[in-house]
């Protein structure tokens, strides 16, 4: 059963049809104060084709009305890296499509995520992944990275927008256009920062039910080759307090994977229920910044990919991409 709610009005972002981006509240003080280390954030992608431009016809609003447009949570010392900073925000119709997944660990953020780029053509852009590709580095930071991340906590902003800027700007000299983000921002600071130079045209928050997550991610597999992830969890869980009943089949890798199939450190149960914890506290006033700005898209996952796929497509309006692709061109 979809759980998910339409807006009233349409939204569209970004827009064919030439509607307004909604108007966004300023970002904080704290935000603005390290703008230039950050620039490389700003990197906007070469000339999309325009077939490549999608529209969300609506958005579903969330639940907090009350969510505040920025936050003072920030001790900002100056970042020890520095970026070029000749850079500009680019208009959505030159551009493909710069959105950012959100949700819990285990959510299926990544699944989702890179199943839309490929829809997209667009990166994935997971900062979990430049973290563990980071760890598998040798050096002193990945030393330091594997004790923060193997007790399930939050790597540094600093360490994060470092990661994330040289990734940007390596899509950008390959020409890349437009980018999902998948795992960023997770705090407040990160999206603060995000907002300050980039728009993000659309966040979608994915949701599933707590019990769910954790089976998820103990059931989590990743192909030590290929580096695809799956699922070996069989999830078959009752309706109850209101919630509704859910289940998932497992996502099992092909034949030439089996063997290979790794466990990642931090999905042990004590880490995912820290990692949890860490999201409630610092990752779900990211969502309330986002609400506030009018750019959230929240998404309760009905179940599998066979069911969550095609509502996921209609709830972004990307059901008929290929025929509106078209008609656009
Ligand atoms: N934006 C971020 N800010 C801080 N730490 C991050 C960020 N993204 C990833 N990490 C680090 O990488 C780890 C793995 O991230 P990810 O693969 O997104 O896992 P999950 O969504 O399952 O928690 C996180 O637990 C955290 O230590």
């Known amino acids: 059963m979809i759980s998910h709610r339409r807006a009233a009005s349409p939204f569209l972002y970004p827009s064919v049809a030439g509607s307004p981006s909604p108007p966004s509240p300023p970002v904080s003080a704290a935000a603005a104060e390290i703008e230039p280390?950050?620039?490389?954030?700003?990197?906007?992608?070469?000339?999309?084709?325009?077939?490549?431009?999608?529209?969300?016809?609506?958005?579903?609003?969330?639940?907090?009305?009350?969510?505040?447009?920025?936050?003072?949570?920030?001790?900002?010392?100056?970042?020890?890296?520095?970026?070029?900073?000749?850079?500009?925000?680019?208009?959505?119709?030159?551009?493909?499509?710069?959105?950012?997944?959100?949700?819990?660990?285990?959510?299926?953020?990544?699944?989702?995520?890179?199943?839309?780029?490929?829809?997209?053509?667009?990166?994935?852009?997971?900062?979990?992944?430049?973290?563990?590709?980071?760890?598998?580095?040798?050096?002193?930071?990945?030393?330091?990275?594997?004790?923060?991340?193997?007790?399930?906590?939050?790597?540094?902003?600093?360490?994060?927008?470092?990661?994330?800027?040289?990734?940007?700007?390596?899509?950008?000299?390959?020409?890349?256009?437009?980018?999902?983000?998948?795992?960023?921002?997770?705090?407040?600071?990160?999206?603060?920062?995000?907002?300050g130079m980039i728009d993000i045209d659309l966040v979608v928050n994915l949701k599933l039910r707590e019990d769910v997550l954790i089976e998820k991610c103990l059931g989590r597999r990743l192909c030590s080759q290929c580096g695809k992830n799956f699922n070996m969890a069989s999830i078959n869980v009752k309706g109850e307090n209101g919630n509704p009943a859910i289940s998932m089949a497992p996502l099992l890798p092909p034949a030439n994977c089996m063997s290979k199939l790794i466990t990642r450190a931090d999905d042990t149960e004590e880490v995912v229920r820290e990692r949890l914890r860490i999201y409630s506290e610092k990752s779900q006033p990211v969502e309330d910044f986002y609400c506030s700005r009018g750019k959230l898209l929240e998404f309760d996952l009905p179940g599998g990919i066979p069911e969550s796929w095609p509502k996921l497509l209609e709830a972004l309006d990307l059901d008929d991409y290929e025929e509106k692709r078209s008609a656009a061109a």
């Open 37 to 195: 280390p950050m620039a490389a954030l700003t990197r906007l992608l070469p000339r999309a084709p325009l077939t490549s431009r999608v529209s969300v016809s609506f958005l579903q609003r969330c639940s907090s009305s009350s969510a505040p447009a920025s936050h003072s949570d920030s001790q900002i010392s100056p970042p020890p890296f520095t970026f070029s900073p000749n850079l500009t925000r680019r208009d959505p119709k030159d551009r493909n499509v710069q959105w950012v997944f959100l949700g819990c660990p285990g959510v299926g953020k990544g699944t989702y995520a890179s199943r839309l780029c490929n829809l997209l053509g667009v990166p994935h852009i997971a900062t979990g992944d430049l973290v563990r590709d980071e760890l598998s580095s040798s050096g002193a930071l990945s030393d330091q990275l594997k004790e923060i991340v193997n007790q399930g906590k939050l790597v540094s902003d600093e360490i994060v927008l470092s990661l994330l800027s040289k990734r940007l700007e390596a899509g950008e000299a390959k020409g890349e256009s437009g980018f999902i983000l998948d795992g960023f921002p997770r705090t407040i600071r990160q999206a603060e920062i995000l907002e």
